[in-house]
């Protein structure tokens, strides 16, 4: 397999993640989870009392941090310096101060670099929300995956019912949305499909045809590039 540069990006609970970790082991690439940095931001942002519209204090927090992703005994891990903040990054309180200090542009600004010196030896599945639009451009291949906001949801819920920390359903849609919004209104690297992007709703499709449906596109560009 050719050296490429893959992005998924789409909605919350669209299946992203686990799609994302399915192909980057298929084809021996690094698997980067972009969402895990806007939330490491958030942790940090949260366990220093920064509200997520202080731009001045987010902009001097991003400038002294330090997220890395590191493989230990428990996976693929992020760190803030020598710390392992993987476990507390997950909450629903997390997701949505993710999600507003998102939409702040010095917050975009200082991952955008990271991210992009993360993607220089390609080879790589991206998932995020800007990553064919914003952060690669140029990526080989685009997909945008989505689906039924009840399906993303009770997708959601079960996880969190695995984690044992169960939240209604009703919540778990209703913060769901919000989250849409809040990720596809901001005016700075919004979530939508950029132009050339492969739209697959995974809706009506098992897990497996989605990466199979992925996989002929990923071929497909391997074999035309040189
Ligand atoms: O993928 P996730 O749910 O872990 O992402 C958490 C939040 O981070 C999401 O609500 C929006 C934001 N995000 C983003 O703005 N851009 C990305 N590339 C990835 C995530």
């Known amino acids: 397999m050719k050296k490429l540069v893959i992005t998924i990006d789409g909605p919350a609970g669209a299946g992203k993640t686990t799609v994302s970790k399915a192909l980057a082991n298929?084809?021996?690439y690094k698997y980067i989870d972009t969402g895990a940095l806007y939330r490491g931001v958030a942790f940090e942002a949260h366990a220093k009392g920064i509200s997520p519209d202080d731009d001045h204090r987010l902009e001097?927090?991003?400038n002294e941090l330090e997220l890395k992703f590191v493989r230990n005994n428990k996976g693929v891990r992020l760190y803030s310096g020598e710390t392992d903040i993987s476990d507390y990054?997950?909450?629903?309180?997390?997701?949505?101060?993710?999600s507003a200090v998102s939409a702040r542009p010095v917050v975009r600004e200082a991952l955008l670099g990271l991210q992009r010196k993360m993607g220089a030896e390609k080879a790589a599945v991206f998932e995020g929300r800007d990553m064919g639009t914003v952060v690669f451009p140029e990526a080989d291949v685009k997909f945008?995956?989505?689906a039924d906001l009840e399906i993303r949801a009770s997708r959601r819920h079960k996880e969190l019912e695995e984690k044992k920390s169960p939240q209604k359903f009703e919540e778990v849609e209703r913060d769901m949305q919000r989250r849409d919004n809040n990720d596809s209104s901001r005016k700075v690297a919004p979530l939508k499909p950029s132009e050339d992007a492969i739209l697959i709703d995974s809706?009506?499709?098992?897990?497996e045809s989605v990466i199979e449906q992925?996989?002929?596109?990923i071929n497909e560009k391997s074999a035309a590039t040189p």
């Open 26 to 28: 298929r084809l021996q």
């Open 60 to 62: 001097a927090l991003c």
């Open 89 to 98: 990054i997950r909450t629903p309180e997390m997701s949505m101060t993710a």
């Open 144 to 146: 945008f995956l989505t």
């Open 203 to 207: 809706s009506q499709y098992s897990v």
């Open 214 to 217: 992925m996989m002929k596109h």
